[in-house]
């Protein structure tokens, strides 16, 4: 049989079928032997061993798309990145190195600020206009009053969709109004395990519907961005693209050239600070890194 696997804990690897039913896996041994670790998000072909008590054997990894290091998850569609409009204050520096990491992995990624009705009309409108410049999607939403989920509920349809973003923005309470039963395929394994569903301390898929899935992973607090050399930088803030044109050099890194489009931009407002702000920050964090 064919299905994905939406949770692994202790050696277990919890495949659901697609349909509506979540088996507990063990991997075969050829997968250590072959240096192969599945991943939550793998689509994995599986033997069942015992359909009353539903359990199995992962018995092939399929050919990932992608694969993210923290979370460490496989075959994303896209990202939405979660945080709050308010309550705590949006660390754009943290959002920033969040969409560096997915543009540097090619991963589309859209913003959504939750908690929209603790700011202003204008304040949410200079919050979405700062993505919304660069290219991004942007959406608004208030989970404690519902407001924006049917939005958000199209935008994951046919997509497997991995939130990311700081504790305490609501990502937990984002998926429960997307997903009212996530969970309740894995509840008698939740029990088994003496694990709170609702506490996320690993990454877990969440069945929707017919090929969408929601994954709800542990709040992070910080985002290095590895992998990636100071020159590559530029090319993961898209709106610098159209600037660069009035860049006098090849190569130009944005830094401290005196004739730069992109510096210009930002100086004149065309490109807003915080972004040119934390690419400066990112910029000289990966070239102090290259040193080392």
């Keep these: 049989m064919r299905g994905k696997i939406v949770k692994g804990i202790a050696g277990f690897y ?22 192969i670790k599945p991943l939550v998000g793998d689509d994995v072909e599986f033997e069942i061993l015992d359909e009353a008590e539903g359990t199995g054997n992962v018995a092939e990894v399929l050919e990932r798309k992608n694969a993210l290091i923290r979370p460490a998850v496989a075959n994303i569609d896209q990202a939405m990145l979660v945080f709050a409009a308010a309550d705590p204050v949006p660390n754009l520096n943290l959002l920033d190195r969040f969409l560096v990491s997915m543009e540097a992995q090619k991963i589309p990624a859209v913003i959504c600020f ?27 939403s208030s989970a404690l009053h519902g407001d924006g989920i049917c939005e958000l509920r199209s935008l994951l349809r046919g997509k497997t969709t991995a ?94 050239e005196r004739e730069c489009g992109v510096k210009a931009a ?20 990966l070239k102090e890194m290259r040193r080392y």
């Design 114 to 140: 939750n908690k929209k009705e603790l700011v202003s009309d204008e304040e949410a409108v200079r919050l979405s206009d700062i993505y919304r410049r660069a290219g991004y999607e942007v959406h608004l």
């Design 163 to 256: 939130l990311a973003g700081p504790s305490g923005v609501g990502k937990s309470t984002l998926t429960n109004l997307l997903q009212p039963e996530a969970g309740m395929e894995t509840g008698a394994i939740s029990e088994k395990i003496r694990r709170g569903r609702h506490t996320t301390r690993h990454s877990e898929l969440f069945f929707v519907e017919r090929e969408t899935f929601l994954m709800d992973t542990p709040g992070f607090s910080t985002v290095f961005v590895q992998n990636l050399e100071p020159e590559e930088l530029g090319a993961c803030f898209p709106e610098f693209a159209g600037y660069t044109r009035g860049c006098r050099f090849l190569g130009c890194v944005h830094m401290g």
């Design 266 to 285: 930002a100086a004149g407002g065309e490109i807003p600070a915080s972004r040119y702000e934390n690419y400066r920050l990112i910029y000289e964090e």
């Design 14 to 35: 919890y495949v659901h079928d697609e349909i509506s039913r979540v088996y507990a896996c063990r991997a075969r041994g050829v997968f250590r032997n072959r240096k």
